[in-house]
């Protein structure tokens, strides 16, 4: 998706003409042009919310998509009305049969972040479509209330690959919230086939000090070598983690690790410590 263009508020078209063009096109919505489109929609919404409302209740489902989309203002920074709007977006859900649109609205919600949304989030985050999973997960990450964090817990063993990698991210790196519940099910994922979600698992664990972390991080480093800590953003956090002084005084069986992040280059402040 396109950011939005210094010209935005130069482009004389009226409303009608930009959401007729958008909806002439009779797709997704996934080009640049079409999300500098919805996004100068999004920036006129204060003054165009009305008009934008009349699409929720059109026969075409592009049109409730393009609705949905716009009332999530994705592309600006600050949200207009997001509680109202999360209340209508709410309201829009339980009627809505389309997969397409439900999913909009999910990212909607997200984006919008009332805590009015929390609640049908851990609902979508059930439903029985990957997408929609997928999409009612990355819309809880850095949600730390009790319910968004156990329906992230849930979904961190989801058969959708996608699914499991974000809520694996949600808990270990967008919330601080450290329970047994939480690193247990990150421990479970140091167990996944997919390298990128073992890393997630990795860097959650290792930002909690967790010593569950310490095997499976060497047999890591071991296993793939030191281009794993320059080819992977993950494994280098996760060592930055751990170099940390308050995670290293934890213990003295943090010492095989330690050492050989020291062996491949990631010095910490522990040197003398482990004597």
């Known amino acids: 998706m396109a950011p939005l263009d210094s010209h935005s508020e130069s482009d004389l078209r009226s409303t009608d003409e930009l959401i007729e ?3 002439s096109k ?3 919505f996934e080009s640049d042009e079409e999300w500098v489109l919805i996004g100068r929609l999004q920036q006129r919404l204060p003054q165009t919310l009305d008009r934008i409302q ?5 026969g075409l489902e592009c049109a409730r998509d393009l609705a949905v989309i716009v009332l999530g203002q994705n592309l600006v920074r600050e949200k207009h009305q997001a509680h109202r709007l999360t209340q209508v977006l709410i309201e829009m859900l339980w009627s809505e049969t389309s997969l397409r649109v439900i999913e909009s609205i999910t990212h909607a919600l997200g984006h919008l972040r009332d805590p009015m949304a929390s609640d049908p989030l851990v609902e979508l985050s059930r439903h029985r479509d990957p997408a929609i999973r997928w999409a009612a997960v990355s ?4 949600r730390d209330e009790s319910r968004c964090i156990e329906a992230l817990i849930v ?8 699914v499991r990698n974000w809520a694996t991210f949600g808990l270990g790196s967008m919330v601080d919230v450290d329970t047994e519940a939480l690193c247990q099910a990150l421990v479970a994922r140091l167990e996944d086939a997919d390298d990128e979600i073992r890393e997630e698992a990795i860097v959650g664990l290792a930002r909690r000090g967790d010593v569950r972390v310490i095997v499976p991080f060497k047999s890591e480093l071991d296993r793939r070598g030191i281009g794993i800590l320059r080819d992977s953003p993950l494994m280098q956090e996760a060592a930055e983690a751990i170099v940390n002084p308050s995670i290293i005084k934890r213990g003295k069986e943090w010492a095989p690790l330690l050492i050989r992040l020291a062996q491949l280059g990631i010095p910490g402040q522990w ?4 004597v």
Do not use: K, V
């Open 21 to 23: 063009l958008l909806l």
């Open 26 to 28: 009779n797709s997704a």
């Open 54 to 58: 009349i699409l929720r209740e059109s």
């Open 139 to 142: 819309s809880l990450c850095g």
């Open 155 to 162: 979904c961190s063993s989801d058969l959708d690959r996608d």
């Open 271 to 274: 040197e003398g410590y482990f």
